[in-house]
């Protein structure tokens, strides 16, 4: 355990949250201590919810250590069961409760109910974190709830295809979907209308706006879709080894992907899908990545850290789809690791797999890219280190659920995926273009770009001569000043650093004022990268002075 100011994922009492709060008629005893109640503000606050979630709290507190806290478990969980009446009854307990030992699961398991399904979750606070614990949760609910319709050892498996001697269209369940997962609630209906459109009904959408009861219902659809590996995968394994049910496991993020799973989706049913075409009719992104406009995007460097579904989606939605260049590829999500090795693999990258991060920010930092698709942290990051970011993955913050239909699954998750994506590059381009101009009259009289003050203009001299004091707005993408080292007929020079001469002795390497105005005409986010490649072309040629000269010379030598 370490301290930190940032962690992708909380304990794993906050995903077995996460599963009763997207549900109808689950309730969660948590056995906590007084201030565990932040969690609230995890759904009423980012998710922007009108209730809290479902959960009763036992809120100890130091005193009651020196008394009996089971006392205060059961109380807590018969006044839960009296006053919401749920159709399913979590039990469980906090980190800090799981030192007491208490084991609420266990003392519920001995009390009275009335009959309400109660499942008692174990989940290891010290081992495991949010999205194991949403992933065990669900398993647990539906493996506790089914148990009663596991069918005998030998059973013959159901066949996919048997809607059609049963005379009624194909069903799945959509398996995945929580609360502050990423965009899951317009994805299910993203990918509902979709399956409609081809004649598939959805049985099930689970968590996320299931009833206990329609649990009991998943072993009648034809098959599962595992929408979310992280929180679904599990339950997705389990139901195929107890009911013999089929999975479909292509996460329809991205073009080709949602091809694809549209593909297996038909193949395991047995139905024929007519996809010719479908993707030029209904995404705009295959269509511009064709485009002459594209050109300006290929190639861009891409730093890509996020939970695995959506960072090994955006992996190949960059490289394959609009001609980006992945120089970085991670996961926080350690269960994981194993598919976004191969996915960094199959790019020729070695796969960031961390929880720090400051650890990632380093390696974002290294790779120097020209775009960060990340959580809400690597936009952090990526501000600090003056990169355009686009937010593809929990965890995030209130500006990241938006109000508005904003899927990233299917044909229309595509459209949103490029917009989010490119707008930042060419958002780059403009303040370039208005970075370069800003000597023009049409600009420098008044003008100020969508950036505060960006192109703010000089404060002109009053009548009696005597210049202004006021300080002139700043822009934020300006870098800092440099200090002057030493003037040369007066031109300024501006310390970059020390290069060591044959000689041996260390000489400054300084930036004159002709190679820094040079540099400022380079966009913003690729400056960076431009002025460390020069310096390190002046060190390896003993340059201690970088001119515009040396600038063109280190241009020439890094495009070769």
Not at 57 to 71: M, S
Not at 142 to 157: C, D, E, N, S
Not at 521 to 548: L, Q
Request: with cysteine; glycine share 8%.
């Amino acid at each position: 355990m370490e301290l930190t100011l940032w962690t992708y994922e909380g304990p794993p009492h906050v995903g077995a949250l996460r599963i009763a709060a997207s549900m109808e008629g689950v309730h969660y005893v948590l056995h906590a201590p007084q201030g565990a109640t932040y969690a609230d503000l995890l759904f009423t606050m980012i998710e922007r919810r009108d209730r809290r979630p479902p959960v009763t709290y036992t809120t100890f507190q130091a005193r009651d250590l020196g008394g009996d806290t089971a006392e205060l478990v059961k109380r807590s969980i018969t006044e839960a069961v009296e006053r919401f009446k749920p159709e399913a009854l979590l039990v469980g307990e906090s980190c800090t409760a799981e030192l007491i030992q208490d084991q609420p699961g266990a003392l519920a398991a001995g009390m009275d109910l009335g009959g309400v399904p109660m499942v008692s979750l174990d989940l290891p606070a010290y081992s495991k974190k949010e999205n194991w614990g949403a992933a065990e949760t669900l398993y647990q609910l539906v493996r506790g709830l089914l148990k009663h319709q596991i069918p005998a050892p030998g059973f013959t498996k159901p066949d996919p295809t048997r809607w059609r001697s049963e005379g009624r269209r194909p069903r799945v369940n959509l398996l995945g979907p929580s609360l502050l997962g990423f965009r899951c609630r317009d994805d299910v209906r993203e990918i509902t209308g979709l399956l409609a459109e081809h004649g598939i009904e959805v049985n099930v959408a689970a968590p996320l706006g299931a009833r206990p009861a329609d649990l009991l219902r998943l072993p009648q659809a034809d098959l599962n879709v595992c929408l979310y590996p992280e929180v679904a995968g599990p339950v997705c394994s389990w139901l195929e080894r107890s009911f013999g049910m089929a999975v479909v496991r292509t996460v329809p993020i991205g073009v080709g992907a949602t091809g694809e799973f549209l593909a297996e989706l038909g193949e395991k049913l047995g139905l024929e899908l007519d996809l010719a075409g479908e993707a030029d009719k209904r995404s705009r992104l295959p269509w511009y990545s064709r485009s002459v406009d594209s050109t300006y995007l290929t190639g861009k460097r891409v730093f890509i850290f996020a939970d695995a579904t959506h960072a090994i989606a955006a992996a190949r939605i960059a490289s394959q789809e609009l001609g980006f260049t992945v120089v970085g590829l991670g996961t926080y999500s350690r269960e994981q690791a194993r598919e976004v090795r191969a996915a960094a693999q199959e790019l020729g990258l070695e796969a960031l797999i961390s929880d720090d991060y400051l650890v990632v920010e380093k390696a974002m930092a290294e790779a120097a890219p020209e775009l960060v698709l990340g959580t809400q942290m690597e936009r952090h990051s990526a501000k600090r280190l003056g990169l355009p970011c686009a937010v593809i993955s929990s965890p995030l913050h209130v500006q990241d659920v938006p109000a508005r239909y904003s899927p990233q699954m299917g044909w229309e998750g595509a459209n949103v995926i490029f917009d989010s994506w490119v707008h930042p590059l060419m958002m780059g381009l403009e303040e370039h273009l208005i970075g370069m101009f800003r000597h023009d009259f049409e600009f420098v009289d008044g003008h100020l770009s969508h950036l505060e003050g960006a192109s703010a203009p000089a404060a002109a001299t009053p009548a009696n001569g005597i210049a202004s004091t006021a300080a002139a707005p700043k822009s934020r993408l300006a870098e800092p000043a440099r200090p002057a080292a030493s003037q040369d007929n007066g031109t300024a020079l501006f310390t970059a650093g020390s290069v060591r001469a044959g000689g041996g002795e260390e000489l400054a390497l300084h930036w004159s004022a002709s190679g820094e105005a040079e540099l400022s005409r380079i966009p913003f986010f690729v400056r960076g990268k431009v002025r460390r490649n020069t310096e390190a072309y002046a060190r390896d040629r003993g340059v201690s002075t970088i001119t515009e000269e040396v600038l063109y010379d280190a241009k020439a030598h890094f495009s070769r």
